[in-house]
């Protein structure tokens, strides 16, 4: 049985007078595609808010290999392991794809700003690794032709990709993608579902939130549903989609193309 | 269209510049300075001053306020940072150089980086607790920080009070050339020189890690800390790098001008620095500079413009930003196939 | 330094600065109620607010001109004081509010709609700022332009060391009165409705049929017509004005604001009085020069230990 890496026990949030999670515990293990599905609402966003260090939680925790991640900031839990995309997406729209990704790559070192000015031999190959780590990121992604370009310039499905390279450039072990698939075509989904693999195959854990059920299905190992706030199923896609509560969830809700 | 045709020279001088060799840059950038040093000794009624000589408009406001808008370029246009109270650090840096003079035998290079310190300090002092507030709040902060170094200054007799202080000494002389009253053109290459410097550092730091961190910030800062940015870190930094480089420009411009007072020091002169920042284009250093140069001749040119300077300069803004938010030149890079590192 | 730490005025004058502290209070209220009502919908700070409050103080004097009323002149009867004034506050009430819409429609209208940036907003304001107290500057050579005494200032009665006069009874009890009045604007109209439903959701708001610009529009000018009756009570008091006036004005009216909890419109109130009672007290204990760095040191405090106030709600946006 492969190792529990991402784990969030008993995960509560509040806002107000709204309980936007509600005792959820989910986790991802190595080696695993897994998707977080629920309708409009359900608090999936929210997961990956709170799990980034960006929203504190009431109660719960969540941790990474063991590390426990509760009131880390979120740079720090980014350097740790844990990257994500956005579901509306938000690149740095007046920098180029490489830079994008070349500045995740630099959250991987240590490098400070005298060293940067004043060419320090360890700025300098830091430098290097950052510059060449995105290239190749690029160059993994199928954007290698669009380097020099301003990422608010890119065709729409390929600023979805950007985003997931810049993701990959802090080494996660888990990538948390939101709704990468919005927006896209069928032939677009089913390249994205490639890529969710290949991306796995490098290394990566995957926790993937969507609503396009035929993507979810064909390229998840495991699937957690989550309805106002409480985890209602988890398992093989093929139970969850006979499940009765998640129809019933579900209901009103059309199998619709993003 | 004007901005059309500055923008296709702009890509011209890029696609010549992208396919030049090494030494034809350097000679560039060897002609270019030489140009700028030559300056002064042009004497041509076209671009003669009114009422100050064109040498001393070029030492201030022209190489002064290119010194500082580069200063607050990285506050606010790298990293989005808006700052309304930078005439602090210049007040700052030109204190320093009045205090230590007046009082001190110190050598003028060490008070030079006195100031620079000092300016530093207070973009710390400032920065820790500001920089963890939001963009308006922020603001708010930094204007009342410009505000509250001038009231101190006024209210504070042993550093001159409203009435400032007199008989600053000038630099000693550099390879022979002297520093007096009469003459205001070593000045200019001294101030000149420092622009140059705090070029090199800005550009080298600009196409490296923090250049990325500050636009990232800039771009989304939310973003930028999920990618691993930190952000507070180098928020504080462009400060800082922002306060030493105004806190130099008071030391030099303390040093000429022999006598400061805090009326010197007004919340107009941030203002008139961020119209630089906004009209040249944010984030653009080149853009910037001309901006700083633009808006500090004119009004010294088109002596009828100089009344109502800040009038301008409101009229400016309020323009700039909603019809060009990015500036005259605009902060665009030149979108290129390849990269190459530098 | 400069400052002589020095309570004994305190003590002796407490009534008298207390008293004083209210009536500065009401007014900074009014003007803060601009800034506070304008952030609410729009989570923005109208910088340029401050000369909306100038152009009121501009007013009033043009009103004086124009009714032939010298500096010279004797203070009026009550009965005259009282139809004069009236003229004054409703005439710069106008002129702040209608400075406000055009205001709001030259500078921030279509970086609203361009979605800009917070700081692209920023700027548009402060450029206006500063273009409207340059213009000022220019158009009164910058000089300080004197009020002339409406109302005779003897004390009417004596509480302690508080000299009540009339002019300060008239700016407690005016001052009430908008307050009451823009309460049931607030709470019991349809605009009220309209600006406490875009404060708290636009998005809904625009979904359920509210017209977010006329909201908008109608906000400013609510708050300039504020500040208009703000600068009337600020002129009859101080009987002065200049083209920075509303700098400090303003500052202190903001972090009334603040010290309140911006956007909360009792807040603005309770922040208001507090502010004006502190700086009477640590005027007579610093010295009046210290005045504003107090004021500044406060807005500095407020924003780095309670953020939201002192009434003010945690606000949670999901901005992800």
Same mark, same amino acid.
């Given at each position: 049985m492969s190792q529990k890496l991402l784990e969030v026990n008993n995960l509560t949030i509040k806002f107000g007078g709204v309980t936007a999670l509600n005792d959820v515990s989910i986790h991802v293990s190595e080696g695993e595609i897994a998707a977080l599905i629920g309708p409009n609402g359900a608090g999936k966003t929210t997961v990956f808010n709170v799990v980034t260090g960006y929203y504190a939680p009431t109660s719960g925790s969540f941790s990474l290999a063991g590390e426990e991640l509760v009131g880390k900031r979120p740079h720090v839990i980014a350097r740790n392991g844990l990257a994500r995309t956005f579901q509306n997406i938000r690149l740095f729209g007046d920098m180029t794809a490489l830079e994008n990704v070349a500045t995740a790559a630099d959250g991987l070192n240590k490098s400070g700003l005298v060293g940067s000015l004043f060419g320090a031999p360890r700025s300098r190959r830091d430098e290097k690794i950052s510059r060449e780590k995105a290239e190749s990121l690029l160059q993994f992604i199928g954007l290698e032709h669009r380097a020099g370009q301003l990422a608010r310039n890119l065709p729409y499905g390929d600023q979805r990709r950007l985003e997931i390279a810049r993701a990959l450039a802090l080494e996660p072990r888990v990538l948390l993608l939101d709704e990468p698939a919005a927006g896209f075509n069928p032939q677009e989904k089913v390249e994205l579902g490639k890529l969710i693999r290949k991306i796995r195959d490098k290394g990566h854990a995957v926790l993937l939130i969507e609503h396009d059920m035929s993507l979810v299905m064909n390229v998840s190992d495991r699937v957690m549903v989550l309805d106002f706030g409480n985890k209602i199923a988890d398992g093989k896609p093929k139970d969850i989609q006979n499940d009765q509560r998640v129809i019933d969830a579900y209901l009103g809700v059309t199998e619709h193309d993003s | 269209m004007p901005s059309l045709a500055k923008f296709n020279l702009r890509d011209r001088f890029g696609d010549w510049w992208d396919g030049s060799s090494p030494i034809q840059r350097a000679i560039f950038r060897v002609i270019l300075i030489a140009i700028f040093f030559g300056l002064p000794f042009l004497n041509n009624p076209i671009i003669d001053t009114p009422n100050t000589s064109f040498e001393s408009?070029?030492?201030?406001? &022209?190489?002064?306020?290119?010194v500082m808008a580069v200063g607050l370029n990285v506050v606010v246009g790298k990293s989005g940072i808006l700052d309304l109270g930078y005439v602090a650090f210049f007040a700052i840096g030109a204190y320093t150089q009045a205090l230590f003079g007046l009082h001190t035998d110190l050598n003028f290079w060490i008070v030079l980086l006195l100031g620079m310190a000092f300016a530093m300090f207070a973009g710390i002092l400032l920065g820790v607790p500001a920089l963890r507030l939001r963009g308006d709040y922020l603001a708010i902060i930094t204007l009342g920080f410009g505000e509250i170094v001038r009231i101190i200054a006024v209210n504070t007799e042993s550093i001159g009070g409203a009435a400032g202080l007199t008989g600053i000494p000038s630099p000693p002389p550099i390879f022979g050339i002297e520093f007096s009253v009469q003459d205001v053109r070593p000045y200019y290459w001294l101030t000149l020189t420092l622009l140059l410097l705090i070029l090199w550092g800005i550009i080298r730091l600009s196409h490296r890690k923090p250049g990325r961190a500050w636009e990232a910030i800039r771009e989304d800062e939310d973003v930028a800390a999920f990618m691993g940015v930190e952000t507070f870190k180098y928020k504080l930094w462009a400060f800082v790098i922002g306060g030493a480089i105004g806190g130099a420009a008071g030391v030099i411009y303390a040093s000429q001008i022999l006598s400061i007072e805090p009326?010197?020091?007004? &919340?107009? +002169? =941030? *203002?008139m620095i961020l119209a630089c920042v906004v009209f040249g284009g944010m984030g653009n250093i080149w853009g910037v500079m001309f901006g700083a140069v633009l808006l500090g001749y004119l009004p010294e040119k088109l002596r009828f413009l100089s009344d109502i300077r800040i009038l301008i300069f409101g +009229?400016?803004? +309020?323009?700039?930003?909603?019809?060009?938010?990015?500036?005259? *030149?605009?902060?665009?890079?030149?979108?290129? *196939? =390849?990269?190459? *590192?530098? | 330094m400069g400052a002589t730490l020095d309570f004994s005025i305190l003590v002796s004058e407490f009534a008298s600065l207390t008293f004083d502290g209210i009536v500065v209070g009401a007014i900074y209220a009014l003007v803060a109620l601009g800034y506070t009502l304008v952030y609410g919908v729009l989570r923005l700070i109208n910088f340029a607010h401050s000369e909306i409050f100038m152009i009121g103080t501009m007013a009033c004097y043009a009103v004086t001109l124009a009714l032939g009323i010298s500096t010279d002149a004797d203070p009026l009867v009550m009965s005259s004081f009282v139809l004069v004034f009236s003229l004054i506050i409703v005439i710069a009430g106008l002129a702040s509010g209608a400075s406000a819409v /055009?205001?709001?429609?030259?500078?921030?209208?279509?970086?609203?709609?361009?979605? $800009?940036s917070r700081l692209s907003s920023l700027i548009s304001a402060i450029g206006a700022s500063f273009f409207l107290t340059e213009l000022f500057r220019i158009l009164t050579d910058s000089?300080?332009?004197?009020?002339?005494?409406?109302?005779?200032?003897?004390? #009417?009665?004596? #509480?302690?060391? $508080?000299? /009540? @006069?009339?002019?300060?009874?008239f700016v407690i009890v005016g001052a009430a009165l908008l307050f009451f009045i823009l309460n049931r604007v607030i709470n019991h109209s349809k605009l009220g409705l309209g600006i406490r439903a875009v404060s708290q959701d636009e998005t809904t708001s625009v979904l359920m049929g509210v017209n977010v610009n006329r909201v908008v529009?109608? @906000?400013?000018?609510?708050?300039? #017509?504020? $500040?208009?009756?703000?600068?009337?009570?600020?002129?009859?008091?101080?009987?002065?004005?200049?083209?920075?006036?509303?700098?400090?004005?303003? /500052?202190?009216a903001f972090t009334a604001a603040v010290l309140g909890g911006i956007g909360n419109v009792r807040g603005a109130l309770v922040g208001s009085f507090a502010l004006g009672l502190i700086q009477q007290y640590s005027s007579a204990v610093l010295g009046y020069n210290w005045r504003d760095v107090v004021t500044f040191v406060i807005l500095v405090l407020v924003l780095l230990v309670k953020p939201t106030g002192l009434l003010g709600e945690a606000l949670q946006r999901a901005r992800v």
């Open positions: - | 408009v070029l030492f201030y406001p &022209l190489v002064m306020f290119a009326a010197l020091f007004t &919340l107009n +002169v =941030s *203002i +009229v400016l803004m +309020v323009v700039m930003m909603n019809l060009r938010p990015n500036g005259l *030149i605009p902060r665009k890079k030149r979108e290129v *196939i =390849s990269e190459k *590192i530098k | /055009v205001l709001e429609f030259v500078a921030y209208r279509r970086l609203r709609k361009m979605k $800009a000089k300080n332009i004197a009020f002339p005494r409406l109302i005779d200032k003897e004390p #009417i009665f004596v #509480i302690s060391s $508080a000299y /009540v @006069t009339a002019d300060k009874l529009s109608l @906000t400013f000018l609510i708050g300039g #017509i504020l $500040a208009g009756a703000g600068s009337a009570f600020y002129m009859v008091f101080y009987e002065t004005t200049k083209a920075n006036v509303g700098f400090l004005v303003g /500052v202190s």
